[in-house]
């Protein structure tokens, strides 16, 4: 089965359909939950609801091509795992920050391998986590952020900057750059 004979079972809830695209996407719609949320199990839930609001929804959904199915899942499971983190107040607000200077970049990421960047990135507290993530993994810039998230911009780049903070402290603190 293709991916395009699987959407068009699911839209007629067929089973089989749904299956193939849980089966093909679920771990990768995880790994990406994951990013955001640091328990499994509240991870494998977001993914999981990520499922089902996309089985709801699936009428809306117009295949356009390799890559558009996981795009729309990702932006269903980011949106799922940014509703549960908004609930739990995550975010450090300070007054008075309408603007930080951006942390200049030194590419330190770039010689550190990419499961221990995302061990690191994993351990930061959730705002930090989820402000990082939707900036540097996903391309956000700070307003669309702090829409997202109904932050201050002024918030969003604090978030970003102590992110990248305390990552370069464990960085440093664990020797993986000199």
């Known amino acids: 089965m293709n991916e395009l004979s699987a959407i068009t079972l699911a ?6 359909g749904q299956q193939w695209v849980f089966y093909t996407h679920g ?3 995880l790994v990406i939950a994951l990013r955001y ?8 839930e977001m ?21 558009s199915l996981v795009a729309w899942l990702k932006k269903i ?19 008075g920050i309408d603007s930080v200077d951006e942390v200049e ?6 010689r ?9 990135i994993v351990a930061l507290p959730d705002g930090y986590r989820t402000v990082f993530n939707l900036y540097a993994v996903e391309g956000f810039g700070h307003k669309e952020i702090s829409e997202m998230l109904g932050i201050s911009e002024g918030t969003s780049k604090s978030q970003l900057s102590k992110a ?14 000199e």
């Open 164 to 177: 990248k903070n305390m990552l370069r402290e464990k960085i440093k603190k664990e020797h993986l750059y």
């Open 47 to 67: 993914m999981q609801n990520g499922f089902l609001k996309f089985f709801q929804q699936i009428e809306r959904f117009e295949y356009s091509g390799t890559g």
């Open 11 to 16: 839209k007629k809830n067929d089973r089989k």
């Open 105 to 110: 970049e030194n590419n330190i990421f770039a």
């Open 37 to 44: 949320v640091r328990d499994v199990q509240v991870a494998e």
């Open 112 to 120: 550190i391998d990419a499961r221990d960047i995302m061990n690191m």
């Open 27 to 29: 771990e990768q719609m």
């Open 77 to 95: 499971v980011i949106n799922e795992c940014l509703m549960h983190l908004r609930k739990k107040t995550i975010f450090i607000v300070e007054n």
